[in-house]
């Protein structure tokens, strides 16, 4: 009986020892989230891919499956340009009359055959034709929001990103890739979002460019 | 467990025996006709039921950063709201997904005598511990009702709960670190990021003698577990009487200011989370604001629980109403409940309170005499005079509902 009784004491001491001690030796607390799967709606308006790669840096796209119907073009367009003024989203004004004819189309009152939404569309498509340099390009596309050349900020940095592929025989095609379908779990859990608005020839040039960091 | 549980649990269990006499003439008590809206429209179609983690499945509002509402029927199975059923909203999708209690601490510094950087074990026993029961209930619960809508996250009216939280007082710790004179406001912020530079952190600030008063807490504990991740783990601010905008997750640094917070990272101050800087807090629907200030206090609200929106109801026999009434502290004066759309109201009987900044329960008896379609009203009065009123006003953030709400059932 005593020895039963010492071996008690000693487990509530190891009890007691445990709880007191626990938040110093517990293990990091970590959750798993589940993986994003929205999608927008297709759409040759321009507007869909622009949708697709921009709104996608900083939030999913059920953000917006999930606003009031009944919204109109110049409605959309204004929460739209809210996302650059107040959230510093990286957006040229043409790319929000764009996105916002798009989202109009897709969740509000606009018809694809509106002339305000083709308007809209247009004037972005029309900059998509132009040949940018490549610094506009990472300016334009948001790339600088989560990558630096030297640094790891969201992203990993361009330096990092050449140091792991650049032996590799197809490491410009894979970077190409990377950037038109996006990505997540090589650097982390944040996603990449895909850079759809990129034409083949653009997402070559930059990839070469971040393998020459 | 506390007499005020022990009631909890006595009353909980009379009402399963009374939807038990009631479930011969089943489905009396059926669900709600509508789905996860529950009367909200959206642009995309109905919104998911979602698991995250250590959560049971809530309404999507949208999937990163998370933002969780909890479903109404929840309310009804008791003041106090499960952590696993708790709403989540973030604004950043730069959050964290891993912490460690090794590395974490929390900063107190500025206009302070004497820095602190705390573990969370060295906070926990800075000064004795207390408990509140308080409503946390978002700016924008409700939001979906706004007529016209308005953008942002179309709230249903699941976007709050009310927990027991356990920590230390803010006042305490402002105390250990001295604070100066000349302090005018204190900052907080989480460990939640942007996503890029250019946009706002989340930062929240409260006046210093608010932030010196009793009230607000820095809490670990939620209904005698540790904050769940995706609530704050593992340090949040609570205050009490405040909406949910103030109460920061993963607390990390408080910062007091000599000056009121301004520039790039006090937008959620300066520029969102404000209201009409008028009497009634409103405007002319569609218009927009001259002067706004930020959101503060919770205005009175009640709901009833015990029956959805769509429901059914036995026609002459006794049914008891239950449901739900909160508001800033001031501490509730009336329950008010209408059977026939407001035409007549009886009074309810409040249920013992967990404390002035508690969902407090409400109960009435009472019998429908007429079969056919009706609709059922819940309005609160507090001590301070606030009624609620019964149309609702508009502000552009659709923030602060308070209207009393009807739903409506039908008598069969």
Known sequence: MQSTKTVRSILAFCLIFFTASSSSFAAPKQIILPPETAKLPKSELAGYQLATQ??????????????????????????VAKMKHSYGAALSETDIKSIGAYLAVVYGTAEITDSEVLAASA?????????????????????????????????????????????????????VTSMQKGGVGKWGEIPMPPMANLNAEQAKRLAAFILEQ | MTDNEHKQMHSRRRFIRNAGTLALAAPLIAHAAQGTGEGVTFAGGERPLVRFPKKRKLILVHSRPPHLETPFS?????????????????????????????????????????????????????????????????SGNSRGYSSPRVFGAQLSHGAMGNARWMG?????????????SDAKQVVFNGLDKPVQPTTPDFHKSLDIEHALSPEPLLAWGMNGEDLPFLNGYPLKLIVPGYFGTYWVKHLSDIVVLDHVYKGHDAYFMNKAYRIPDNDCMCVAPGTQADKTRPISTLPVRSFITSVM????????????????????????????????????????????SLGRFSFQEWKLDISFKQIGRTALMVRASNRAGEIQPLKADWNPGGYRRHAVETTPVTII
């Open chain 1, 123 to 175: 004037i972005s498509l029309a900059k998509a034709d132009s040949k940018p340099q490549t610094q506009e390009l990472l300016t334009s596309n948001g790339c600088m929001g989560c990558h630096a050349i030297d640094k790891k900020m969201l992203g990993p940095s361009f330096k990092d990103i050449a140091a792991k592929y650049k032996q590799e025989l197809q490491a410009q095609n894979m970077l």
């Open chain 2, 309 to 352: 929106a769509g429901g059914q109801m036995p026609v002459n026999r006794r049914v008891e109403l239950k449901g739900i009434a909160f508001d800033s502290g001031e501490g509730l004066k009336s329950v008010d409940v209408s059977i026939d759309g407001g035409r007549t109201w009886r009074a309810a009987k409040l249920s013992a």
């Open chain 2, 168 to 180: 230390v007082p803010l006042k305490a710790v402002l105390e250990k670190v001295g604070v100066l």
């Open chain 1, 54 to 79: 921009k709104c996608m840096i900083c939030h999913s796209v059920d953000y917006i499956f999930y606003q009031p119907p009944g919204m109109n073009q110049a409605q959309w367009t204004a929460e």
């Open chain 2, 74 to 138: 929840i309310f009804n199975e008791g003041v106090i709201t499960a952590n696993d059923a708790f709403y989540v909203r973030y604004h950043l999708a730069n959050l964290p997904t891993s912490i460690d209690l090794a590395d974490y601490r929390l900063n107190i510094r500025g206009a302070v005598k004497k820095p602190l950087s705390l573990s969370l074990d060295e906070l926990k026993s800075i000064v004795e511990q207390v408990e509140v029961v308080a409503v946390n209930q978002c």
